[in-house]
């Protein structure tokens, strides 16, 4: 499966964005999709994860409360809606696929098998 996600940009602290991921390939709704982020000078790290099934999710503590990932299983795509976004936000984020089966509620924090490009997020203080 190949991943392309877009929807990154400036944004002023307090403000939103919803990053996407579309899939291309066949049998999406048979991955776990998550969100990780970077900074620069940093490691990658976890932000959020949604099961094969879409019925699971979970998220880091620092996206918690303010991020939401969701799936649209016949558009191929993931999405992750920030909300009261501050600086330390500022980072690439990557969405990354973990191949499951269809019903599995798993929701993984590594391991993943397809990674896109990465999409930057700059806020502005």
């Known amino acids: 499966v190949q991943l392309q996600a877009s929807g990154g940009g400036l944004v002023q602290a307090g403000g939103s964005l919803r990053l996407s991921c579309a899939a291309s390939g066949r049998s999406f709704g048979a991955y776990a999709m998550a969100w990780f982020r970077q900074a620069p000078g940093e490691e990658r790290v976890f932000l959020s994860c949604?099961?094969?099934?879409?019925?699971?999710?979970d998220y880091a503590d620092s996206a918690r409360g303010r991020f939401t990932i969701s799936r649209d299983n016949a558009k191929n795509t993931v999405y992750l809606q920030m909300n009261s976004l501050n600086p330390e936000d500022t980072a690439v984020y990557y969405c990354a696929a973990k191949l499951r089966h269809y019903f599995s509620a798993a929701v993984p924090r590594e391991g993943f098998d397809y990674w896109g490009q990465g999409t930057q997020v700059t806020v502005s203080s």
């Open positions: 949604i099961s094969a099934n879409g019925g699971s999710t």
